[in-house]
């Protein structure tokens, strides 16, 4: 999927929608959230409830989340579900950007 990035000095101090207004167009099976901003970053996937967090300035240190290896049972499918929105906040005046990386199997690849 297509990287996705937002400048902090975009932020206000409350969520701000990083993906499209329609959500993901993809369903991936691994996000990386990479913070190379001087503000900490709180990430929300319905924009009211605090789900993660990323400290500012950990862009060598990028934050994955692999929905396939939490799976349960096994040999189920885990994936961020297609159309999820993913918010940001951090305080406002911040200088540079943060990203948000994934990647998922398109069928019959």
Do not use: C, E, W
């Amino acid at each position: 999927m297509p990287m996705i990035s937002i400048d902090s000095a975009t932020f206000t101090g409350a969520y701000q929608l990083l993906t499209a207004a329609a959500g993901l167009t993809v369903a991936p099976f691994l996000i990386i959230f990479i913070n190379n901003s001087d503000r900490d970053i709180t990430i929300s996937y319905d924009g009211v409830i605090d789900h993660d967090f990323n400290p500012a300035f950990i862009g060598t240190i990028p934050t994955q989340r692999n929905f396939q290896t939490n799976s349960q049972p096994q040999s189920h499918v885990a994936l961020l579900p297609l159309g999820q929105k993913v918010y940001v906040k951090g305080l406002a005046g911040g200088t540079g950007l943060f990203y948000m990386v994934g990647y998922y199997s398109p069928r019959g690849a």
